[in-house]
């Protein structure tokens, strides 16, 4: 990247920081500016950039943001919390998860049949994650019920990790190493492996680490900034042993966080502080990444089934999983179509696609990246541009009972 590209990137970062509080008032949103700001950069980019370079740092940069993001995400998840209003995530969760990929993947087949039902299971693993970040003005405005803003955020925190093994086992059934393969033990010990070896690590990671700061805390042997440290080195220790024995690290980094948040004793607040400074700009950058790399590869092999399926994943997949799993639940119906629409696909559907099409050989994977980026492009602008309104409506609902 040459310094007059990089100088803009760098600038714009700057800008957006400095007036980041009036942008919240507006209909812009952080992923809109950066993915817009990315696809303008496109031709540039291209031109003046190592392509060995670009592709080293996108893989890096994809799992560096993902190994924090599930970490940070599932050590807020508090169980005792759960225990108190766990009713209406759960069900998403352990009910319209799974039915969103169920459905997901069919439609997905439906559709394009040619690409195979593993490609099928693999597109809707990747873009059933949703992104509080896409709709932050939601989660945080006073006027949304408190009891839905938790559960977006309970969601949100929770989806992507859970996703992980659809979307793991999506991608090794529809790489050619699989088809071609390696045959029927060598995959069932693989999926195996990854998916025990990868939560057994993240716990024991996890919990002893969150033992060690306790006992630090305890005696007031540790600096205050130095917990910042151990929270970066607990995500990445998980990641890196699980992948030693061949578990999966992401999983080892979701578990790692959960048990880490729900056995330290003391505040964990420095988590929340490193992810809103260093972790604002990784988050800066992957919006970027897609807008410059991602969204201009989809846009060339975007057909009428892309076009399709990426509305289809943001409203009838979404939204009739989410308002099946809550039936029974009392909510009003416009609360179940608030949930069921505030489902963006954001930093998750992006980071997984980088990861997956650089870690396995599928066919056809231009097919998935056209799917993954037409969904984040409507998710970016149509969730973007309909928080704000949204949120009103639902307030005013509010006060009118």
Aim: with cysteine; glycine share 8%.
């Amino acid at each position: 990247m040459n310094a007059e590209i990089l100088l803009i990137v760098l600038s714009a970062f700057v800008v957006y920081s400095l007036l980041s509080k009036w942008v919240d008032r507006t209909v812009l949103t952080l992923p809109i500016i950066f993915m817009v700001l990315g696809y303008v950069l496109t031709g540039p980019l291209h031109a003046n950039s190592d392509p060995v370079i670009i592709h080293e740092g996108k893989r890096l940069l994809a799992e560096i943001t993902l190994v924090l993001i599930l970490f940070t995400d599932a050590s807020h998840v508090r169980f005792q919390q759960l225990r108190k209003s766990w009713r209406i995530p759960a069900r998403m969760l352990v009910i319209g998860l799974p039915l969103s990929i169920t459905l997901g993947t069919l439609i997905a087949y439906m559709v394009s049949p040619a690409s195979g039902l593993a490609l099928a299971l693999l597109t809707a693993a990747v873009l059933t994650p949703t992104d509080a970040a896409l709709g932050q003005a939601v989660v945080s405005s006073p006027d949304v019920p408190k009891h839905l803003s938790q559960t977006i955020n309970v969601e949100s925190g929770l989806n992507d990790g859970l996703a992980l093994p659809f979307v793991l086992l999506g991608a090794i059934l529809a790489s050619t190493g699989a088809a071609a393969g390696h045959g029927t033990d060598n995959l069932a010990m693989s999926v195996i492996l990854q998916l025990t070896l990868g939560p057994l690590t993240g716990i024991g990671v996890g919990w002893c680490l969150a033992k060690a700061m306790d006992w630090s805390e305890s005696r007031d042997g540790m600096a205050e900034p130095a917990a910042g440290v151990v929270f970066i080195c607990a995500a990445f220790l998980a990641f890196v042993l699980a992948e030693h024995l061949q578990g999966n690290g992401f999983i080892a980094a979701f578990v790692a966080g959960m048990v880490f948040g729900n056995t330290f004793r003391h505040d964990i607040h420095f988590i929340s502080e490193f992810m809103e400074g260093a972790g604002q700009l990784l988050t800066m950058s992957s919006f970027f990444i897609f807008g410059a790399f991602l969204l201009p590869e989809g846009i060339l092999h975007m057909s009428w089934r892309s076009v399709v399926l990426g509305l289809a994943f943001l409203t009838v997949i979404r939204m009739v999983s989410i308002y099946v799993s809550l039936w029974g639940t009392g909510l009003p119906v416009r609360e179940k179509l608030f949930l069921g629409w505030f489902g963006p696909r954001g930093l998750a559907s992006i980071l997984f696609t980088l990861i997956i099409m650089d870690e396995f050989d599928i066919p056809n994977e231009e097919v998935l990246l056209a799917c993954v980026s037409m969904t984040v492009m409507f998710s970016i602008l149509l969730h973007g541009l309909s928080s704000m309104p949204l949120t009103r409506l639902i307030g005013e609902k509010k006060s009118s009972e």
